[in-house]
Every structure is written in structure tokens, then in C-alpha cells.
């Protein structure tokens, strides 16, 4: 279970790193960053590959709904190590991480787990300076990709006037409209998308319960 979360864990952190790179938080100006437009039901599945490891099958859906937040998940498989699921009630982009109400994870064949939300993004609203991301319109293009073709709008970005990666985009396609993504070493390509998403956790998670050690204080006097 271990390595599982481990996988989660590296997946977040690239999905992370990509938003970070191309505006999806704090993003340079109104009408420019992609935003997080979430309709319960629709899903979007990705084929990922790196320069140096396996490639990766990535899908986001938005699979239920509780007042102002969505349940956002995000399914994740790479080689033999199975699928590893995680779910997120969400209040706006699911990247922004102090708007993450509840989250629950299930690797394999292990049960689903609730962690502690609370504990984990401890500190995450603190004020983390990012990098200056500038976006450039490049176009209107026709795009194929695995999952059909698709008119979209390119877009490129720069950090400190270094191009970082362009991505292309379809307004059709949630929760984040990317069809392609090109980066550093990274590309992930659309293979499949629509909507009538459920969620592939239908157990009741446990709760996953930091452990606490004993620690041996000195006695008076010693």
C-alpha cells in the first residue's frame, strides 16, 4: 500500500507542476488562465509519458456534488502496479490545495482510506512565492489525438521569458479543457472523454489514523 500511495503522491505532484506551469493557479490575468469548470458526470482520460519512465494512464472526473463543492477524482495507473484512486471534495480548483475539504485514496486491491486533510495541507495557505508565468495565444488549430479531433486553442507559456510547454485546448473537454500538454521531457495526450462519470470508490473508506509514538521524557532530575 505503501508504494501505492507513493504513486498518488508523484502523479499530484506532476499534475501539480504542470498546473503551476501554465496558469491553472494564480494564473497571469482574467480570460487567460484555464480555470476549473466542474459539471458532475464529466470525465477526461489521458495517456502520459516521460522521458525515462513508463508511461501512465491519468483520468480526472467529477463524480457527485454537496453544496458548492464537487467530488473530483482522479484515477491513476502505471505498468503493474495497478490503479490508484483519489477522490477529493472540492471548493473550486481541486490544485488549490487550502480548498480541499475531504480526500480519500484506494490503491489495488487495499481498502479506500480517508486521510486527514487537516494535517496534511497544514501550512499550504502560506504564502509560496511561484515563478511569473507569461501565456501566449498562438492560434486556432485542428488537433488529432487518440481520442478524435478537435478544433482548439494553442496556447503557449514562458517563465522568466524561458518557454516552458504549449498546451491545446477544447472547451468540450472537462474539467480542464486540455487535449494536448507538451512540456519538458512530458507529453499527455486526450485517449478518451465524456460524461456519466461515477466514482470507482464504492466502499465506505476507513479512516486513516496518523500513528502517534511514545516518547520517553527524561525524568525530574536526571
Request: aromatic residues 6%; negative net charge; hydrophobic residues 45%.
Amino acid at each position: 500500500m505503501r508504494h501505492h500511495i507513493c504513486v498518488t503522491a508523484l502523479v499530484l505532484v506532476m499534475c501539480a507542476s504542470a498546473a503551476h506551469g501554465f496558469g491553472f493557479m494564480g494564473g497571469p490575468g482574467p480570460g487567460i488562465g484555464l480555470g476549473f469548470t466542474p459539471v458532475v458526470g464529466a470525465w477526461a482520460e489521458y495517456k502520459t509519458t516521460s522521458a525515462g519512465e513508463e508511461s501512465a494512464t491519468i483520468r480526472f472526473a467529477i463524480v457527485g456534488q454537496e453544496g458548492d463543492a464537487f467530488w473530483y477524482e482522479m484515477a491513476t495507473a502505471m505498468g503493474d502496479e495497478g490503479e490508484v484512486i483519489t477522490k477529493m471534495l472540492v471548493e473550486g480548483d481541486p490544485l488549490d490545495q487550502p480548498r480541499i475539504l475531504r480526500m480519500i485514496i484506494k490503491g489495488g486491491g487495499e481498502p479506500a482510506m480517508e486521510l486527514p486533510v487537516d494535517t496534511l495541507l497544514a501550512g499550504a495557505d502560506e504564502e509560496q512565492p511561484m515563478p511569473e508565468t507569461a501565456l501566449t495565444e498562438l492560434g486556432v488549430e485542428t488537433v488529432t489525438v487518440p481520442a478524435g479531433t478537435f478544433k482548439t486553442r494553442h496556447v503557449g507559456a514562458a517563465q522568466d521569458g524561458d518557454a516552458t510547454g504549449e498546451m491545446w485546448l477544447a472547451s468540450e473537454v472537462g474539467p480542464y479543457q486540455v487535449v494536448r500538454l507538451v512540456a519538458e521531457n512530458m507529453e499527455m495526450v486526450l485517449v478518451a472523454h465524456g460524461d456519466g462519470a461515477a466514482s470507482r470508490i464504492t466502499e465506505t473508506p476507513v479512516k486513516f489514523e496518523i500513528p502517534v509514538f511514545p516518547v520517553d521524557l527524561p525524568e525530574e532530575g536526571e
